[in-house]
């Protein structure tokens, strides 16, 4: 290969790369001042290590060499410096790339150097802290006023829009939930006092309400039933919670949003009667739970994400592929807990075909005995459609046409199973069409399976994406674990790359070097997950606030990472701001705890008072099948059978859940401290009140296992690595 066929590759001219080049596979790119000495090229050497390349090619990049060969070096400091040397004496701008050019490096015949490629590469530069690296650089160069490095920072990017150095940020402004986050973080630092009082406020509130239920479950029997149909969505939202290693929303915002989906019962079994009232009186009783009930539900249950992008328009677009399909679980999961709820409180038991146990996997699936037909319950299917699009919005940019066939596929695998299972209920013989495509997914039993599918590539994905804005996400504390599998990955796909050929079609192509990354994406997200698993084990060994205070910088961190990648270069709302990822808290937290309790106890004493408007009768329809208009009738007869002192159980029941759900699940911020509680025990029983909310006790119980692990889980995160370039905030 001539020096001319690759410098046109990847450079744009002599010292600069390409933009075309960088921006493909969205490389990262670091310029930064390093003498022409063996300390460079003993760093080029490590970076080539770190990608796991043993050879490098090597030119000069200047028109007057163009024609000369370039050379295969071996990657090693020896290697590299016998080829300078070969040149002569006389200092020069030399390019040195990774044979399948997805790094390199360009040092110019000054102090500049550029380096350019996957984050591991670039870190044997500058170290872990690559935005710090850059702003850095831009700083040098807004100090120095040198054309050259003011040229590199803005061409690379490092004089960003409300940096350091700007006046201002003109990005996009704050959404509703920002400012709410905002106000509660002012609060929070302006009066601590009153902060711990409305905390322990909503602790006992969330005690006084778990003792409701529990008096209303033995009072009425038929809220007792509805109890295990509440405790399988909590164990299915955290089945799916769990794993999710890249999510960015709280478990607290999944319940509030299980909450809404819980009230679009209501609205949505109205829809279906106005729906029914429209085809007139003569429509068969099985048209109910199959064409209007399936269409109808499965757009209702997503009414709730419409909210959540209202009120948090900016939060949206920093949400990964995981936290959509999260969401849709959790409006799922409301739903069915008010539809299947009604159903089990009016029977006074939970039917044997649904399925709630705790070995359950996603509880909430439902079987027709007779014919085998499964119905993966409402928050499968939600969480399906949800999910899906989730990852087209994630990742359209980066992966293309594919990815919109996702979501029609996600839309008909939920109408068919649940339409499937509603009509066999119903009795009715499906379509030969439906019959078949239903058969597809073993008559809904693969539907679970698939939405598990899902998810794991939406949180591979994720975290894929997440490596690709190195340049603008804070790094971990300490160094990424599985080097050695990282290495061994990249090597391997640098391998495989160069022996790709060229000329083949595109599609065969594009397979091919997908196929390749696989690999390399297994390898990164696995190293990801361990990194982050390692700083929370570090972390719960210093104590409960460390701990916390990790849970929630590992969640901003990764929606910064999602900001980034979904803006695409365009401005972005950057919130938390980098310095503040350890102090603001959730974006939909509600500023003062205590008065969504009131709103709630108001809303439940209005309901109470003002008898609701009961749907007209739907007869004829068999069973319970995933049918709101249905489950609300039934459950409004059965409130209207029950005496008065009853019904007052039950309603007191209803916004026991309601008030259980809506608070008391975020991880707690200031917990009590053992040490202060002989010295000050009334105010630090006020802290550990506050702390130790219904929904919080699982974050108490982890915190404390942490306290028990010995003094070397501490050492299971290393020190984070430095650069082999030494920067001037480096101390001397």
Not at 465 to 491: I, M, N, V, Y
Not at 497 to 526: H, S, Y
Request: hydrophobic share 55%; charged share 15%.
């Amino acid at each position: 290969m001539l020096t001319r066929d690759l410098v046109l590759r990847v450079c744009a001219n002599s010292t600069e790369f390409d933009e075309g080049w960088t921006a493909a596979e969205s490389k990262v790119v670091v310029p930064f001042l390093a003498p022409r000495d063996t300390a460079l090229i003993d760093a080029v050497a490590a970076a080539a290590a770190d990608v796991g390349v043993n050879r490098l090619l090597i030119c000069r990049t200047r028109a007057e060499f163009a024609y000369e060969p370039v050379t295969d070096a071996p990657a090693n400091t020896a290697g590299i410096v016998d080829v300078i040397r070969g040149w002569g004496d006389e200092p020069t701008d030399v390019l040195i790339v990774v044979e399948d050019l997805s790094a390199a490096v360009i040092i110019t015949a000054e102090e500049l150097t550029v380096a350019a490629g996957p984050d591991d590469f670039v870190r044997a530069f500058v170290g872990a802290d690559i935005p710090e690296a850059r702003a850095e650089f831009g700083e040098q160069a807004r100090l120095g006023r040198d054309p050259e490095l003011l040229r590199a920072a803005q061409r690379y990017g490092c004089l960003e829009i409300g940096g350091r150095h700007a006046r201002g940020n003109r990005g996009p402004g704050p959404d509703t939930a920002e400012r709410l986050a905002e106000r509660a973080h002012a609060f929070r630092e302006g009066s601590p006092g009153a902060v711990r009082a409305l905390r322990a406020l909503r602790g006992a509130t969330g005690w006084l309400m778990v003792v409701a239920l529990i008096a209303a479950a033995v009072a009425v029997p038929g809220v007792g039933a509805a109890v295990p149909v509440a405790l399988g969505m909590l164990w299915l939202l955290i089945q799916l919670a769990v794993p999710a290693r890249s999510r960015t929303v709280g478990f607290a915002t999944l319940l509030r949003v299980a909450a809404l989906g819980a009230i679009a019962v209501w609205p949505v079994a109205f829809a279906e009667q106005a729906v029914l009232g429209a085809l007139g009186p003569g429509t068969p009783d099985w048209v109910g739970p199959t064409y209007v009930a399936v269409p109808v539900e499965e757009a209702g249950k997503l009414a709730p994400l419409l909210l959540v992008w209202l009120f948090a328009r900016r939060r949206v677009k920093r949400m990964s592929a995981a936290d959509h399909l999260l969401l849709g679980a959790a409006a799922g999961a409301g739903f069915h807990l008010a539809e299947r709820g009604l159903f089990a409180a009016a029977a006074g038991t939970v039917p044997g075909t649904d399925h709630y146990g705790l070995f359950t996997l996603l509880p909430g699936w439902s079987e027709v005995q007779a014919t085998g037909t499964v119905f993966a319950g409402h928050a499968v299917t939600t969480a399906l459609i949800a999910g899906a699009f989730g990852v087209l919005a994630v990742g359209r940019r980066h992966y293309g046409f594919w990815l919109w066939l996702l979501p029609p596929a996600a839309v008909a695998l939920a109408a068919i199973d649940h339409m499937h299972y509603n009509a066999d209920l119903a009795g009715v013989e499906l379509a030969p069409a439906t019959a078949f495509f239903a058969a597809l997914t073993g008559n809904g039993a693969l539907a679970r399976w698939l939405l598990l599918l899902l998810l794991a590539g939406a949180v591979l994905m994720d975290y894929r994406l997440a490596r690709l804005t190195a340049e603008t996400t804070p790094p971990l504390p300490g160094a990424e674990p599985l080097a050695g599998l990282r290495r061994a990955a990249l090597g391997g796909a640098v391998r495989a790359r160069v022996r790709v050929p060229g000329d083949i079609a595109p599609v065969f192509r594009r397979t091919a070097l997908a196929w390749i990354r696989l690999p390399t994406t297994l390898a990164c997200g696995l190293s990801a997950m361990v990194h982050e698993f390692a700083v929370q084990v570090a972390a719960a060994r210093r104590g409960p606030a460390a701990l916390f205070a990790a849970w929630r910088l590992l969640r901003w961190r990764r929606a910064h990472a999602m900001g980034a990648v979904r803006a695409g270069g365009r401005p972005w709302r950057r919130h938390p701001a980098r310095e503040r990822l350890e102090a603001t808290r959730l974006l939909l937290e509600p500023a003062r705890p205590g008065a969504a309790v009131g709103a709630v106890g108001t809303a439940a004493a209005l309901v109470a008072a003002v008898p609701p408007a009961v749907p007209g009768r739907l007869p004829g329809v068999p069973g319970e099948p995933g049918y709101a208009l249905a489950a609300l009738q039934t459950g409004i007869a059965w409130f209207d059978g029950l005496p008065a002192g009853s019904q007052a159980w039950a309603a007191a029941a209803g916004a026991a859940l309601f008030v259980l759900a809506a608070t008391g699940w975020s991880v707690p911020w200031s917990p009590p401290d053992a040490r202060a509680l002989l010295r000050r025990p009334g105010a630090e029983a006020v802290v550990l009140l506050g702390s130790a909310a219904p929904g919080q006790l699982g974050y108490g119980a982890v915190a404390l296992l942490g306290t028990a692990l010995p003094a070397a889980a501490s050492r299971v995160l290393g020190p984070s690595p430095a650069g082999r370039i030494k920067r001037p905030g480096d101390a001397a």
